[in-house]
């Protein structure tokens, strides 16, 4: 479809009509006065005549001149064509994924991908690698916990890099406690720039909070407060004692304010179907954008503009430089 950046700028081809329009202005002035006019004129074989001479335009020379001031007010105008539109989708949900990095995490009581024994850590950073790569048009975002709690990972759309740096993390990089509270807290700051419609916490812990500043249960009336739902996972052994004791009830009761799930994880198998299940919870909606590409024609006037231009000049310097 063809369109114009600046269409009135085409008003400007009305501008020769309107001066045709207008009426002539006349000047009267005297002509040259030479003492030898009379004896000029019959030396040149003419007779005077009173008078103006007005010198008049060929058919050719109108036809050139017009099409040229047409192809100038026609590239001003920039000619456009627009191509089919292009239609992208855009998540409308934030995904912000708390992780413990206790020293209970170094516990091996998991199994990696291939079956083999491994800490509940490396079981954990396969399966959110898997749930990033499905993250496609959604901002996510790691945190991560011990005696108090980092920002690993910004929300970004960049899954990849998200999975990177997810691969760095190693149990007791934040300290060996549990600052569970504190991750939630730190969470909320991070969604107060999100215009997400969804704005999803996933926080997955093996122990009871015994490093926070704020109770998880009070940083979970906060996120509700902010419309943040939490989704809580807890590994390892429901009958620990100690910093390693799973505080269940205090894990529920998150969730619960929140309008999220809590699910526990005795085993890798176990926490591969809670991370499928909280994706199928959290149904994604999209906004769809579209543009519609323009492509520049305003060359293919102003080009011709120019050969014109050149051929007509070449034109009248032969024709005055002609054969003596």
Not at 270 to 288: C, H, K, M, P, S
Request: proline share 5%; with cysteine.
């Amino acid at each position: 479809m063809l369109s114009f950046a600046y269409p009135w700028l085409l008003l400007i081809l009305l501008l020769p009509v309107a001066v045709r329009l207008l009426p002539s202005h006349r000047t009267q002035r005297a002509a040259v006065r030479v003492p030898w006019f009379n004896r000029l004129a019959s030396f040149s074989g003419t007779t005077p005549q009173a008078g103006a001479a007005v010198a008049r335009r060929s058919h050719l020379r109108w036809a050139v001149d017009g099409l040229c001031f047409l192809l100038a007010v026609v590239a001003l105008a920039r000619p456009q064509m627009l191509e089919p539109p292009v239609y992208k989708s855009v998540s409308v949900r934030d995904i912000l994924l708390l992780v413990d990095l206790s020293g209970s995490m170094e516990a091996e009581d998991f199994t990696d991908r291939s079956g083999q024994k491994a800490d509940r850590l490396t079981a954990v950073k396969e399966v959110l690698d898997d749930f990033l790569t499905r993250r496609e048009g959604d901002r996510v975002g790691l945190v991560v916990f011990g005696n108090a709690a980092f920002v690993q990972v910004p929300f970004t759309r960049d899954a990849q890099t998200a999975r990177l740096l997810l691969d760095e993390l190693q149990p007791r990089m934040a300290g060996p406690k549990t600052a569970f509270g504190d991750s939630i807290g730190l969470g909320i700051s991070l969604f107060e720039k999100s215009d997400a419609a969804q704005r999803v916490m996933i926080a997955l812990t093996d122990g009871n909070d015994t490093g926070s500043r704020i109770p998880p249960t009070e940083a979970a009336t906060i996120a509700a407060d902010h419309d943040i739902t939490i989704h809580v996972v807890a590994v390892g052994d429901p009958e620990a004692v100690g910093e390693e004791k799973l505080d269940v009830d205090a894990m529920q009761e998150v969730a619960d304010k929140t309008g999220g799930q809590f699910y526990s994880a005795n085993d890798r198998t176990e926490l591969v179907g809670i991370y499928e299940a909280i994706d199928q919870l959290e149904e994604r909606e999209v906004n769809t954008i579209s543009h519609r590409p323009r492509k520049e024609l305003f060359v293919w006037p102003a080009g011709a503009l120019l050969l014109i231009s050149l051929a007509s000049y070449t034109i009248q310097v032969a024709r005055r430089e002609g054969p003596a």
